[in-house]
């Protein structure tokens, strides 16, 4: 039973620099400096390497500097001030555990492993880690701490044993990538854990973007009784100091700050523009890009991907550059101008004619007696990306590509041409959404943006028929049936995995779903090629998604 009847614990929801262990220590050792005085600060999942670490935690040289800095990190509490919890990697007996260690009176006070090792979606962790066993309660200031880590949350045995164990408090550390949605399933599955043990529960996520993953934050604590009396924001680094006192029922923790959270559709697109910019933002600085650059084409996916941009790195980082064609409808050429003056960002204008007439001068003895086709189309792209990856080589933006998940679902894209760049903001956005997040964006500012209030593009870019423009009145519904069909269609074989007769038997044309589910398989060694994008739903084209370039399975309704 605990002595102790007053605990103060922070809660450290911060960013990561993976495979950097003395930046994240550094960091850590400023928040413990700056903290006052506390008795204990959690930190996220794995901390002190950056998660998910991949591949790179099976370099001994970062096993060995994770060790160093933690050893560092603990001899930092020398001083009698605040203990730390440290997610970090640990090999013992030559197996790698994603553990959690217990930095107190300048030594490494006790080391607890993870037991749950998710290997589905984003996750890859039984490829590097070894599970640990059900982990034992911790001994802190004569408090009996459980210290579930992330995934150990998610079902009831780690818990129920911490419980039986003699825990007094749940200690959860977190790297719970966003997506939409998550956030209240979140909240159950703590408040299902609390219900069954009796236990408060404290749970921690991080936040920051990391490739194709961002962390949303919102952690949160949950008492004993289900009250949530501390919600800390979403979407921003924060560092907050939760008061914990014991009564004969046990432990609770004080009310404190409750960060507003708007709900329903409102919610969701919000999230989704937020996990946007902070993906697209923290990969520009991590890899250490002077800004990006983009064709803008008058369309609304490059007018929402320009929108980010600016709302992520501010309108100084973000180049714009107008690629017109003899097709290019001078409507285009005053959506694409409208938009970059609106966003405050530079726009150029590079006409591409003249490199098209020298391709088709080139060709014309191999095509001659062909007629004009897809080919020529591509040309166009192509060039486009020859034009724009000049310019990223030369002035060293990156290329931001301004393709949907619609398009890349079906092929919809040009390899070596709009499918260029470095990064894709719009790549698990379908293009149903593309339409509502920019409706939204134009009437909402969301917090931390760099861009103006008010309109980034004009409604004219969100009404008008959709186009590639690569030939005369070219319209997408002239290769692809209505968006709100099409991605209907989509989001049933992707991210439910139902078969053909599934979707036929929800309503849909049997030859319409047989063909989109053709061209969604046709298109795998396209997505292979695309850059990386921020994951926004629950199966996005990257690490969600792994499927083989050459099969020959397809679904039937019959």
């Given at each position: 039973?605990?002595?102790?009847?007053?605990?103060?614990?922070?809660?450290?929801?911060?960013?990561?620099?993976?495979?950097?262990?003395?930046?994240?220590?550094?960091?850590?050792?400023?928040?413990?400096?700056?903290?006052?005085?506390?008795?204990?600060?959690?930190?996220?999942?794995?901390?002190?390497?950056?998660?998910?670490?991949?591949?790179?935690?099976?370099?001994?040289?970062?096993?060995?500097?994770?060790?160093?800095?933690?050893?560092?990190?603990?001899?930092?509490?020398?001083?009698?001030?605040?203990?730390?919890?440290?997610?970090?990697?640990?090999?013992?007996?030559?197996?790698?555990?994603?553990?959690?260690?217990?930095?107190?009176?300048?030594?490494?006070?006790?080391?607890?492993?993870?037991?749950?090792?998710?290997?589905?979606?984003?996750?890859?962790?039984?490829?590097?880690?070894?599970?640990?066993?059900?982990?034992?309660?911790?001994?802190?200031?004569?408090?009996?701490?459980?210290?579930?880590?992330?995934?150990?949350?998610?079902?009831?045995?780690?818990?129920?044993?911490?419980?039986?164990?003699?825990?007094?408090?749940?200690?959860?550390?977190?790297?719970?990538?966003?997506?939409?949605?998550?956030?209240?399933?979140?909240?159950?599955?703590?408040?299902?854990?609390?219900?069954?043990?009796?236990?408060?529960?404290?749970?921690?996520?991080?936040?920051?973007?990391?490739?194709?993953?961002?962390?949303?934050?919102?952690?949160?604590?949950?008492?004993?009784?289900?009250?949530?009396?501390?919600?800390?924001?979403?979407?921003?680094?924060?560092?907050?100091?939760?008061?914990?006192?014991?009564?004969?029922?046990?432990?609770?923790?004080?009310?404190?700050?409750?960060?507003?959270?708007?709900?329903?559709?409102?919610?969701?697109?919000?999230?989704?523009?937020?996990?946007?910019?902070?993906?697209?933002?923290?990969?520009?600085?991590?890899?250490?890009?002077?800004?990006?650059?983009?064709?803008?084409?008058?369309?609304?996916?490059?007018?929402?991907?320009?929108?980010?941009?600016?709302?992520?790195?501010?309108?100084?980082?973000?180049?714009?550059?107008?690629?017109?064609?003899?097709?290019?409808?001078?409507?285009?050429?005053?959506?694409?101008?409208?938009?970059?003056?609106?966003?405050?960002?530079?726009?150029?204008?590079?006409?591409?004619?003249?490199?098209?007439?020298?391709?088709?001068?080139?060709?014309?003895?191999?095509?001659?007696?062909?007629?004009?086709?897809?080919?020529?189309?591509?040309?166009q792209s192509r060039l486009r990306g020859v034009v724009l990856m000049a310019i990223s080589n030369k002035f060293s933006p990156m290329v931001l590509t301004t393709g949907n998940k619609s398009?890349?679902?079906?092929?919809?894209?040009?390899?070596?041409?709009?499918?260029?760049?470095?990064?894709?903001?719009?790549?698990?956005?379908?293009?149903?959404?593309?339409?509502?997040?920019?409706?939204?964006?134009?009437?909402?500012?969301?917090?931390?943006?760099?861009?103006?209030?008010?309109?980034?593009?004009?409604?004219?870019?969100?009404?008008?028929?959709?186009?590639?423009?690569?030939?005369?009145?070219?319209?997408?519904?002239?290769?692809?049936?209505?968006?709100?069909?099409?991605?209907?269609?989509?989001?049933?074989?992707?991210?439910?995995?139902?078969?053909?007769?599934?979707?036929?038997?929800?309503?849909?044309?049997?030859?319409?779903?047989?063909?989109?589910?053709?061209?969604?398989?046709?298109?795998?060694?396209?997505?292979?090629?695309?850059?990386?994008?921020?994951?926004?739903?629950?199966?996005?084209?990257?690490?969600?998604?792994?499927?083989?370039?050459?099969?020959?399975?397809?679904?039937?309704?019959?």
């Amino acid at each position: 039973m605990s002595m102790t009847d007053q605990l103060t614990i922070l809660l450290a929801q911060i960013p990561q620099t993976v495979g950097h262990c003395r930046r994240n220590a550094d960091a850590m050792l400023k928040i413990r400096q700056e903290a006052g005085k506390v008795d204990l600060i959690l930190f996220p999942e794995l901390q002190l390497i950056g998660y998910p670490p991949e591949d790179l935690v099976l370099k001994p040289s970062l096993l060995q500097n994770a060790k160093e800095e933690l050893e560092r990190l603990a001899l930092a509490t020398s001083d009698g001030g605040a203990a730390m919890l440290v997610g970090t990697a640990w090999q013992e007996k030559g197996r790698i555990f994603n553990a959690v260690a217990l930095l107190d009176q300048g030594k490494i006070a006790a080391i607890r492993y993870k037991h749950d090792l998710p290997n589905y979606g984003t996750f890859d962790e039984k490829r590097i880690f070894s599970a640990g066993p059900l982990p034992e309660p911790v001994l802190f200031r004569d408090v009996s701490l459980g210290i579930p880590v992330c995934e150990d949350i998610w079902t009831e045995k780690l818990c129920a044993h911490l419980k039986e164990r003699g825990a007094e408090i749940l200690l959860v550390p977190n790297g719970s990538p966003f997506e939409s949605g998550k956030y209240p399933v979140r909240h159950k599955v703590v408040a299902d854990r609390v219900k069954e043990t009796g236990l408060p529960c404290l749970y921690l996520n991080r936040v920051g973007g990391q490739d194709e993953v961002v962390f949303d934050g919102g952690s949160f604590v949950v008492n004993r009784d289900g009250a949530v009396p501390i919600s800390l924001p979403q979407w921003q680094a924060d560092c907050y100091v939760t008061h914990w006192h014991k009564t004969e029922e046990g432990w609770s923790c004080d009310e404190g700050l409750q960060s507003k959270i708007s709900e329903g559709e409102d919610r969701r697109l919000s999230d989704i523009y937020q996990a946007m910019m902070m993906g697209l933002g923290d990969y520009v600085r991590q890899n250490g890009f002077s800004g990006v650059l983009l064709g803008l084409s008058g369309g609304i996916d490059s007018a929402l991907s320009a929108a980010v941009a600016v709302d992520a790195l501010g309108a100084d980082k973000v180049w714009c550059v107008m690629l017109p064609s003899r097709y290019t409808s001078q409507e285009s050429l005053d959506d694409a101008r409208a938009c970059a003056e609106m966003l405050g960002c530079r726009l150029d204008s590079v006409p591409i004619n003249p490199a098209v007439e020298a391709i088709d001068g080139m060709l014309a003895p191999l095509f001659s007696g062909k007629k004009p086709d897809i080919t020529e189309e591509n040309i166009q792209s192509r060039l486009r990306g020859v034009v724009l990856m000049a310019i990223s080589n030369k002035f060293s933006p990156m290329v931001l590509t301004t393709g949907n998940k619609s398009e890349m679902a079906v092929g919809y894209a040009t390899l070596y041409g709009d499918m260029n760049g470095g990064y894709s903001v719009l790549k698990d956005l379908y293009k149903s959404d593309v339409f509502k997040v920019s409706r939204w964006r134009n009437s909402h500012k969301p917090a931390h943006a760099l861009g103006p209030d008010g309109y980034v593009m004009p409604d004219r870019v969100i009404t008008k028929p959709p186009s590639a423009e690569l030939r005369e009145d070219q319209k997408d519904s002239d290769s692809l049936p209505p968006y709100d069909i099409l991605d209907a269609v989509l989001h049933g074989l992707i991210e439910e995995d139902l078969s053909c007769s599934d979707l036929v038997k929800r309503g849909y044309d049997p030859d319409l779903v047989t063909r989109i589910e053709n061209l969604l398989h046709r298109a795998e060694y396209k997505r292979r090629q695309a850059p990386p994008g921020v994951k926004l739903g629950s199966r996005n084209f990257g690490r969600d998604r792994r499927y083989p370039l050459s099969h020959q399975f397809r679904s039937s309704h019959s």
